[in-house]
């Protein structure tokens, strides 16, 4: 399935990645491509706070720092794959932080 979704401000990116937070149930992975400045954060902020884990204004590009975690309850990693230069430094960060890559 795919679907087009065009929007005309920083805040209605926002509003739309609240609304696709509720399809989202845990476990889930969102992967968001496109060039820089292109609204991946802004959507970002969207999503995390549309699922109770953070306040927009607490949604920051995690550029230094590779992971961001947000939330208490249902937990959001919020990681910065253009500096990840290999599929085992990706597992590495998410496990480091998740605790829980040891099945499989
Ligand atoms: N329709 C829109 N959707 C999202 N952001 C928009 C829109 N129109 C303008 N903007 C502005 O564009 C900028 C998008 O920046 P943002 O940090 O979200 O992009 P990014 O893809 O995460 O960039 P980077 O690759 O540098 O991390 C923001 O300043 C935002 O206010
Ligand atoms: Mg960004």
Redesign the pocket.
Known sequence: MSEVV?????E???AWGREFARRLSAPALVL?S????????????GIVAGLNAASEDEVT?P?FTLLHEYGSGVKVFHG?L?RVESFHDLVAAVCGEVGACERG
């Open positions: 065009t929007t005309h401000s920083a209605e990116t926002i968001l496109g060039e820089l400045g292109s609204g991946k954060t802004t959507l970002t902020k590009s550029t910065d253009y």
